[in-house]
């Protein structure tokens, strides 16, 4: 199924991804009441899930859903980040974890009816349990994260391929294949190209220098941009009509960039690139 989200790890990039995580750990709390906790324990969790240890990703996520309203923050910091969980939790064999992270996300929803980022969240990760195919194809086309909609579509192709829908599941990791490519997300795209591959389908790729997974480099052509535009004092919807894209988006790569150079603020971001 799909990958973990924003920089998920490939087994070439563990040294960096481990690098970066130990510098989040020295430059900020790693008390639970930190913002940074569910964060870096789902870092951690990832990288568990990169080295194909489901087992130990599942106990992270079970500590993380120990401390109260932590998977609601999760699911509001990055809808993509529900689905990841309920993914894990299944791959682990883990139902109860599964189970905790659509009460979660169910709970936003009751909540937050209006807000059609929290619907999808809940939406996305209640399919992945259920095996939803057509629900998987409703929550993408919710997702206001560029990120969450390509996960929901590959998502939705590993389910069409169950049930022996070829065609369906080939335009599915076509759109996911496009998304990724868009974001930056090498890793990711190389995977749906390597799914189309064992299904007879091959797309034209180009090859791209390793990019680090922290600092300005680590950035994207499109995060780059976005930085400079708002570092320069636009607001996100200013940001977004300069770059044809939507103020959603905007705030999705912003995340993106504040997490990538360990800063929270558009002060920060402001001094990062003087």
């Known amino acids: 199924m799909a990958g973990a989200g924003p920089d998920r790890a490939a087994p070439g990039a563990l040294p960096q991804a481990e690098d970066h995580l130990k510098t989040l750990e020295k430059d900020f709390p790693t008390a639970s009441w930190s913002p ?3 964060a870096r324990l789902l870092l951690n969790a990832q990288l568990a899930e990169a080295r194909s240890d489901f087992g130990a990703a599942a ?18 910091e990055d809808s993509a980040a529900a689905a990841w969980c309920v993914r894990c939790a299944l791959a682990a064999d883990r139902p109860d974890l599964a189970r905790a ?24 990760a209640r399919a992945l349990a259920d095996k939803d195919a057509d629900a998987l194809a409703q929550a993408g086309r919710l997702h206001r994260n560029p990120w969450a909609q390509a996960a929901a579509a590959e998502d939705q192709a590993a ?4 049930r022996g829908d070829q065609e369906n599941a080939v335009s599915a990791l076509d759109r996911a294949l496009g998304a990724y490519g868009a974001l930056g997300g090498e890793h990711d795209a190389a995977r749906v190209r390597a799914r189309l ?20 480099e680590s950035l994207t052509k499109t995060e780059r941009k976005v930085a400079e535009l708002v570092a320069g004092g636009l607001t996100n919807a200013q940001a977004a009509r300069h770059l044809f894209i939507s103020p959603h988006t905007v705030g999705f790569h912003l995340r993106q960039i504040y997490r990538k150079l360990g800063i929270r603020s558009r002060t920060a971001l402001t001094r990062f690139t003087l």
């Open 159 to 162: 389910l069409l391929l169950d």
């Open 101 to 124: 992270v659509i009460e979660a996300t169910e709970d936003l929803r009751r909540h937050n009816r209006g807000v059609p980022a929290v619907l999808a969240a809940a939406l996305h």
């Open 59 to 76: 106990e992270i996520l079970a500590e993380i859903a120990s401390e109260a309203g932590a998977l609601r923050e999760l699911a509001l």
């Open 197 to 216: 591959r064992r299904l007879g389908v091959r797309r034209r790729h180009w090859t791209r220098t390793e990019r680090p997974v922290s600092g300005w």
């Open 36 to 38: 940074w906790w569910s």
